[in-house]
Structures are given as structure tokens and as C-alpha cells.
Nanobody
């Protein structure tokens, strides 16, 4: 089981930026799918971005604004969020699953391990 802990959330104005971090306990010798999800009040949890061995995927509404990346030496996953909008307001979760694939789907049900989430609030 992978332990995950998010940080970096906060409150910003429209157009602002935040960088979320997710400290992980992934095994350096293993391959994982890593992803970010978010859940707004009254809505279902939705995928934001994923990182596989070969490429990253993004949900359409964040393409060009968000970037997912990983620092393997620090065992940390990041989500750089630029040009933030009020619709980005949500609790953001990182997730992981052991998998050796080049591209990882951003689908909630395939991820086995989750962090507790960090709140992002964007004001207009």
C-alpha cells in the first residue's frame, strides 16, 4: 500500500497559481500510475491529470493550465496550477496504483491508494 500526503492548497484569486505537492511512499524499483483528482462541493470526484511511464494525460478543462510532474529523488508528485478559475475550487487528491503502463487513465476506480486531500479555493 502506498502512503500519500498532499500539501500546497490554499486560497487564490482568479488568474493566480498554486503548486500542489504529494509526498508518496512509492518503491523506487516499481512502476506506478500517479494521478490528481478533485471533488467540488456537491459533485462527484473527477480526474484532473495522470502520469504514466511514457506520458501525462489531462482533463480537457485543465489542459494548457495545469502540469503534472514527479521528482523521483524526493518521492513527490506535483501539480502546477496556473490561470486558476473559480471552477477549479475543490478538494484535490493524489492517487496511486502499481502498474507498468505507458499511459495511465484518469479514472477513479483504477487507483487503489489515496491521500486525504488539500483544499483549493479560487475567488472571483
Amino acid at each position: 500500500q502506498v502512503q500519500l500526503a498532499e500539501s500546497g492548497g490554499g486560497s487564490v484569486e482568479t488568474g493566480g497559481s498554486l503548486r500542489l505537492s504529494c509526498a508518496t511512499s512509492t518503491n523506487p524499483g516499481s512502476q506506478y500510475c500517479l494521478a490528481w483528482f478533485r471533488q467540488a462541493p456537491g459533485k462527484e470526484r473527477e480526474g484532473v491529470a495522470s502520469l504514466g511511464r511514457v506520458r501525462a494525460l489531462y482533463e480537457d478543462s485543465v489542459k494548457g493550465r495545469f502540469t503534472i510532474s514527479q521528482d523521483r529523488a524526493k518521492n513527490t508528485l506535483y501539480l502546477q496550477m496556473n490561470s486558476l478559475k473559480p471552477d477549479d475550487t475543490a478538494i484535490y487528491y493524489c492517487a496511486a496504483v502499481l502498474a507498468q503502463v505507458g499511459t495511465c487513465p484518469i479514472l477513479t476506480h483504477i487507483y487503489s491508494d489515496w491521500g486525504q486531500g488539500t483544499q483549493v479555493t479560487v475567488s472571483s
